[in-house]
């Protein structure tokens, strides 16, 4: 059964910084990508970061340039999103999905998708 399980939300103040993780397991056919999204509400679901797991390319919305950072570990389907300098606008759920072609911003062609972490980013 595929799995993704997104975990490090919470609450920071402005300025300040979390990491989230999201770890996929359960594939018969590996995933070629695997994004991050939120959505604060009501918000579209936004994409902001996506990974490539077989060349390490990245995506990054123009909102999280310069501030966030999404990457891999080691073990398969693990990925991170390093965020810092967040504002209150980065308020929202945090969600992290998967497909099987390369990475896209829109929410449409991820096949799998985490139950969402909350970031709160408040003074």
């Known amino acids: 059964q595929v799995q993704l399980v997104e975990s490090g939300g919470g609450s920071v103040q402005p300025g300040g910084s979390l990491r989230l993780s999201c770890a996929a397991s359960?594939?018969?056919?590996?995933?070629?990508?695997i994004g991050w999204f939120r959505q604060a509400p009501g918000k579209e679901r936004e994409g902001l970061s996506c990974?490539?797991?077989?060349?390490?390319?990245?995506y990054y919305a123009d909102s999280v340039k310069g501030r966030f950072t999404i990457s891999r570990a080691n073990a398969k389907n693990t990925v991170y999103l390093q965020m810092n300098s967040l504002k209150p606008e980065d308020t929202a759920v945090y969600y992290c999905?998967?497909?099987?072609?390369?990475?896209?911003?829109?929410?449409?062609?991820?096949?799998?998708w985490g139950q969402g972490t909350q970031v709160t980013v408040s003074s």
């Open positions: 359960g594939f018969t056919l590996d995933p070629d990508a």
């Open positions: 990974i490539s797991l077989s060349d390490g390319s990245t």
């Open positions: 999905a998967s497909r099987r072609s390369y990475c896209s911003r829109y929410p449409n062609g991820y096949n799998y």
